[in-house]
């Protein structure tokens, strides 16, 4: 990867936002579904829970961040290559997760004021008995590799 990989762009700006939950990388996006009840060692129980609920009361009551691979779209005059990247803010509390959301929206700019990170789609909002998540999408434009 280089420093114009739209997903190290991405996850640069969220690091640097110094969020207090977790930032799940794409090959994590399993792991809240996946968590696993843990014995006093911290290992799986073997009839123990599975599950999002646990991943959120045990490893993220704040919530946390799932960044998934971006996707390519299009190369614009040869110049550039833009990508979509997006974003889940997740948390057991709705109002958790739309702070979560702001703070991720935080790490754009627009199309007006500049950057090469904006959001693209509007949050959207999906809840259940367990969790909110508040999916955003991002438009990254990278220099074209030549």
Excluded: C
């Excluded at 390519?72 to 509390?93: I, M, Q």
């Excluded at 809840?127 to 909110?132: A, E, I, K, W, Y």
């Amino acid at each position: 990867m280089t420093n114009q990989d739209p997903l190290d762009m991405v996850l640069s700006r969220l690091q640097g936002l110094a969020l207090p939950v977790p930032l799940l990388l794409p090959p994590d996006a399993l792991t809240p579904a996946e968590w696993a009840e843990l014995d006093d060692q911290g290992r799986p129980k073997a009839k123990g829970e599975r599950g999002l609920h646990l991943y959120l009361s045990q490893q993220a009551p704040n919530g946390y961040v799932q960044v998934y691979e971006a996707t390519p779209v299009l190369t614009t005059s040869g110049v550039h290559d833009e990508h979509w990247v997006t974003v889940d803010a997740v948390a057991a509390d709705r109002t958790v997760a739309q702070a979560l959301a702001r703070l991720v929206r935080g790490i754009t700019g627009t199309p007006r004021t500049g950057g090469r990170v904006w959001l693209f789609i509007p949050p959207q909002t999906q809840s259940d008995r367990v969790s909110t998540r508040i999916t955003q999408q991002f438009q990254v434009r990278t220099t074209h590799a030549r």
